[in-house]
């Protein structure tokens, strides 16, 4: 046994053996080589026969080409959804990708403030045209909705309740769960209603001392029909106003105009504001 595993090559001598790519790490093509040739020795040991260069060369070539199909690649969007999450959402258009191969070859102001002289804050031109376009005091820019709807509860309503309406317990787009978010922020969620009618009456029964947020989920995707009946986000704001405790909205996609395409509309910033 011991003389057949001498005969199994090194990493080296695997990774020689391999046509060479620049562009991936090498770090990695050694750790891959590696857990080759361990998963060789293993087997080996367990009784199976020793496995021959060619075969540990091509076990290492599908790692590589697993590798490389991981990498971003252009595809063709047939699926009829224009702006597709799962393929990047929307392309940007040349000019913008002109301006930002113009801001990123060289050095730019990025986190400086020119008037100043001194260090400035990253997104701040950012968060002037979101504010603008939303109409807003401010903004802040986050990765996505979750993430949003967790550091609003955090910083707004920690360790108070949070009143949301069963029907808008949902899951979004890569297994966020409304439940899950709100107790990650440190609150404590309280379910009113029912799955297909929720009304004001039911938000207004549920505030005590200890409510921090009244809560608005976007259902994405979901969409309940028939017997239905929702508070609106104008009833809950009056509500939020007279018990003095916060109105939070999260409103999906954000849209900032309706496009021309057929569906039920999606609500405006605008018109939430």
């Known amino acids: 046994m011991q003389e057949q595993l001498r005969q199994l090559p090194s990493v080296q001598v695997l990774l020689d053996s391999m046509d060479a790519d620049s562009s991936i790490p090498y770090p990695w093509l050694r750790a891959q080589a590696r857990a080759v040739i361990d998963r060789a020795r293993e087997q080996m040991r367990t009784g199976s026969q020793a496995p021959s260069r060619a075969e540990l060369q091509r076990q290492l070539q599908q790692a590589l080409d697993r590798l490389r199909r991981q990498r971003l690649q252009p595809v063709l969007n047939a699926t009829g959804v224009l702006i597709h999450t799962n393929l990047g959402r929307a392309p940007l258009p040349k000019e913008a990708m002109a301006k930002a191969a113009e801001a990123l070859a060289g050095y730019c102001s990025l986190e400086f403030d020119l008037e100043s002289g001194r260090r400035g804050k990253r997104a701040a031109r950012l968060e002037q045209l979101i504010a603008a376009a939303c109409g807003t005091e401010s903004s802040l820019v986050v990765n996505n909705n979750a993430a949003a709807v967790l550091l609003a ?49 039911d938000y207004a029964g549920a505030v005590t001392e200890n409510t921090g947020a009244l809560l608005k989920i976007h259902p994405s995707n979901f969409r309940i029909h028939g017997f239905t009946e929702e508070t609106s986000r104008g009833e809950l704001r009056e509500l939020a106003d007279r018990a003095a405790i916060w109105f939070i909205e999260d409103l999906g996609s954000g849209a900032f105009w309706q496009p021309p395409v057929s569906g039920p509309p999606e609500p405006l910033v605008r018109s939430s504001m």
């Open 153 to 201: 509860l955090a910083s707004l309503a920690p360790g108070r309740e949070v009143i949301v309406s069963r029907g808008e317990l949902v899951e979004i787009g890569g297994g966020f769960r409304i439940p899950e978010v709100i107790a990650q922020s440190g609150c404590r969620l309280v379910e009113v209603g029912t799955t297909n009618r929720t009304r004001l009456s």
